[in-house]
Each structure stands twice: as structure tokens, then as C-alpha cells.
């Protein structure tokens, strides 16, 4: 099966300016952290705030559980980018 191809940077950011909305920072920070990460959309929707937040800061790796993960028998480990990072802490610090 033939994949699509991956975005270039002037697509990244040209989606990232037009978010808007009352979601926009959790879009923001879901699509950056998706695509400095790779995991997929159900990896990323079964995330929860303690496994990428703790101690009032966003933690350098998240721990995605194996029953999240598709066809792994183990979990795994992965470093969160510095710029999904802080996209992660402007959605939490977000007023709603």
C-alpha cells in the first residue's frame, strides 16, 4: 500500500497559522507533537496529562503504554522536541 507523502515545513506552518478557534492550542499541540514524534492519531488521542506533564513542567519523555501502541508487545519510550514541548505547555496553560 502506497503511503502519502510526508509535509513539507511551508505546509506545517502554513496549517499551524490558520488554527484558530476556541481548540486551536490543542490542535496546535496535537499536530506538533504527532509530527515531531511520529505516533499515530490513536497514539496521540490515548495520551493522558501525567504520561507528557508532571511537577508543573512537560516531562523530556513520554511513556506510551503497550495497550496504546499498535501491535507492540512492549510500550516505549519518546523524546518530546523542545517545540512540541512548548506547544504542549501553551495548550495546558491555555485559558478555555
Known sequence: ?????????????????HLKGRWRWRNR??????????????????LELGQVYQGGQVLPRLY?????????RTGSSIVIHPRAAAALLEWIQSPL
Open 1 to 17: 500500500m502506497k503511503g502519502c507523502p510526508a509535509l513539507t515545513k511551508p505546509q506545517i506552518n502554513l496549517t499551524l497559522r
Open 29 to 46: 499541540a496535537l499536530l506538533t507533537l504527532g509530527i515531531r514524534t511520529g505516533l499515530r492519531i490513536s497514539e496521540l488521542l490515548s
Open 64 to 72: 506510551l503504554r503497550r495497550q496504546d501502541s499498535k501491535g507492540k
